[in-house]
């Protein structure tokens, strides 16, 4: 950690004395289990920035903050923020020319739950890219251990899958009954880049597609169909199921949806040119319709 | 002071739930947070009362001012409208174990919904609703109560019931006479306590709630809460708005956690014919919250809505409600705002630009 921090400090300085206006990384929070995005514009307040064991909250969303429009931005991003960056430059909401990255080698990090007990980041122990490989600088060890095998880190997935209908019905019903739809979820995904949500207007409060009273088909509505628009974007940063004050495991929508992307179109999760469409753009007349009528179960 | 054994806890809960809904922590996965006795009941729900954990997740405000409520039905008949208020129905809500931080939240709600115009749907909930309160003799680190001159172990009043959970009781006296009661009517569940347990629970009590409005070494504390509000012109335009704003989600987790907040917006659900108006919590942090129906919107920026969120419950709400703060340091906003935006954090940076 002291190892980034250092060369994350270094970096900052250099970038800021080069013509960046802006350097955003990370800096501890008031207790040893925090830490929060920093946003950096003077050579004296370089000395704040701090890479500790909780720093998981991906940065790249911050990039499509309207106050940052045209600003020459310098931004740290660990393995799985830089996904999310590439899937922001595939659909054109951030202008690579602007925006100068350098990659964190992730050790993986932790997480605290409520009661103060920490362990592993879950999304780490399923991350298969904690080193954004592709990029020119990248600091900290780059030989990190991969935590879970590609294979085992849908077993919440499939864990799932093996119930009955009635069975996971409920199972969904009880986790989303907790929503308070403050909608942090949507709010801290960094590829949720619409302006004005279809589902819920411009806020949580609107009569737009879906109605604010709490109720569970409301709340089911919101989950569902923010999971259907992330089909081929999501990357699996966990930032959704991390914020969630309710702990509702949104992951594990997202990660079903994967899997059935990955096992039914052999899509990638994140195409390295824009020459791949996502599976929402892309047609074949041969694509597999598991859910239809007389369509075929496999690809 | 009476005795309850804790082995004859759910007994009691069962006896008085013939009279009260009863709402009371539960540990359910990782968290801890109210639901109903008589969901603990059943056993392939995995619910477990919990009464050590301090805090739970979500503020029980949600009890006197729920999330969302309906409360007019309407109906078009031909040419005829008709409207049908809806009533409330059923026992009284019990809310067991809450803790002293989160029942003085419910006088700063009365303060807003009991003045007149009262609020009749805040009133029927608040008249039907007892309250038992937890006595706090150890804080955790996200606790800040006494910064608001909130007794963590408990006043005499306020309450319906306070108890202390002491080894194997819970040790109860009454708050208000429908606690006394409570007390009476279930007698046979309680024993009397022994004079040297009393004395010592109310010693440590008494100590715990003036320990720690001293105690300058406790990084939550270090900023008086009146400090926005006698230097609100030079904190109003200082420059750290833009700074939390930078961060800021503009998600309402905060608003929403919170005990006392209390912003809310009527909404209809309509059909064709026939329809339900309903109110639900709204959020300042949220882009809409202040927009007209012409369009414009006095806050749209970010900055503007987290100052508006601070200073109300700083600065405006005790220049309307003799000074009252509208903030109990329950620690919720510390605990859970993804990018560490806290009241406290607030305090600090607003001591930066009086001390620059």
């Known amino acids: ?299 | 002071m009476l005795k309850l054994d804790k082995n004859k806890l759910q007994d009691f809960l069962k006896a008085i739930e013939e009279e009260y809904q009863i709402q009371l922590p539960v540990k359910k996965a990782d968290q801890t947070d109210f639901c109903n006795f008589e969901d603990t009941l059943k056993p392939n729900k995995g619910l477990e009362i919990d009464l050590n954990t301090r805090l739970s997740v979500k503020s029980p405000k949600s009890y006197l001012f729920p999330r969302s409520e309906s409360y007019l039905e309407f109906k078009k008949d031909n040419e005829r409208l008709d409207f049908k208020l809806k009533e409330l129905t059923g026992k009284a809500n019990l809310i067991f174990g809450i803790r002293n931080c989160d029942q003085e939240s419910f006088k700063i709600l009365d303060k807003v919904f009991l003045q007149e115009p009262v609020d009749q749907l805040y009133k029927r909930r608040r008249n039907s609703t007892i309250t038992v309160v937890a006595r706090c003799l150890e804080q955790s680190e996200t606790c800040f109560c006494q910064l608001f001159e909130i007794e963590p172990a408990g006043s005499e009043t306020g309450a319906d019931l306070y108890y202390y959970n002491y080894n194997d009781g819970l040790y109860f006296t009454a708050g208000s006479d429908q606690g006394e009661l409570i007390l009476s009517d279930y007698s046979q569940y309680f024993k009397s306590v022994e004079p040297e347990i009393e004395k010592k629970l109310n010693q440590e009590a008494n100590q715990f709630n003036g320990k720690i409005t001293a105690d300058s070494d406790n990084p939550l504390m270090q900023n008086k809460p009146e400090l926005l509000y006698d230097n609100k012109e030079a904190i109003f335009n200082s420059d750290i708005w833009q700074e939390l704003a930078n961060r800021c989600l503009e998600c309402g987790i905060c608003t929403y956690l919170c005990p006392t907040c209390h912003c809310y917006d009527i909404q209809d659900y309509s059909a064709d014919q026939s329809g339900e108006r309903y109110r639900c919590w709204d959020s300042c942090l949220f882009s809409n919250f202040t927009e007209m129906a012409h369009g414009d919107n006095p806050r749209e920026e970010t900055y503007q809505r987290l100052r508006q969120r601070f200073f109300h419950k700083l600065v405006y709400f005790p220049e309307e409600q003799e000074e009252s703060l509208a903030c109990v340091g329950c620690g919720r906003c510390l605990g859970s705002c993804p990018v560490n935006i806290d009241i406290t954090e607030v305090l600090a940076l607003a001591g930066g630009v009086i001390n620059d």
């Open chain 1, 1 to 299: 950690m002291e190892i980034i921090t250092n060369a994350m400090r270094q970096l900052a300085r250099e970038g800021l004395e080069n013509g960046l206006d802006i350097i955003i990384g990370w800096k501890d929070g008031r207790f040893e289990w925090q830490s929060k995005p920093a946003f950096i514009t003077e050579i004296n307040d370089i000395e704040s920035l701090n890479f500790n064991n909780y720093s998981l909250k991906n940065l790249s969303g911050y990039l499509l903050k309207k106050e940052l429009k045209d600003k020459k931005i310098g931004i740290f991003l660990k393995g799985c923020d830089y996904k999310a960056y590439k899937q922001l430059v595939n659909y054109n909401q951030v202008d690579p020319e602007n925006i100068q990255i350098w990659g964190i080698a992730c050790p993986g990090l932790k997480e605290r739950d409520f009661h103060g007990n920490t362990s592993n980041a879950e999304r780490c122990q399923r991350c298969q890219e904690p080193v954004p490989e592709e990029l020119e600088t990248i600091i900290g060890k780059k030989e990190v251990a991969i935590q879970n095998s590609p294979e085992d880190k849908y077993q919440d997935v499939k864990k799932l899958e093996s119930l009955a209908t009635d069975e996971r019905f409920d199972y969904w019903k009880d986790q989303i009954s907790d929503c308070i739809r403050c909608y942090a979820c949507r709010n801290t995904c960094p590829l949720c880049e619409c302006t004005t949500c279809m589902i819920a207007g411009g806020d949580s409060n609107s009569d737009d597609w879906i109605d604010s009273a709490k109720e569970f088909s409301q709340d089911f509505f919101f989950h569902s169909i923010r999971a259907f628009h992330q089909a081929g974007r999501c990357v699996d940063c966990g930032e959704c199921e991390e914020v969630c004050p309710v702990d509702i495991p949104i992951s594990k929508i997202n990660n079903k949806i994967r899997h059935d992307i990955e096992n039914l179109y052999e899509m990638p999760e994140v195409a390295d040119d824009d020459s791949v469409m996502g599976p929402l753009l892309d047609f074949r007349e041969d694509d597999p319709e598991p859910g239809s009528k007389g369509g075929k179960e496999n690809a």
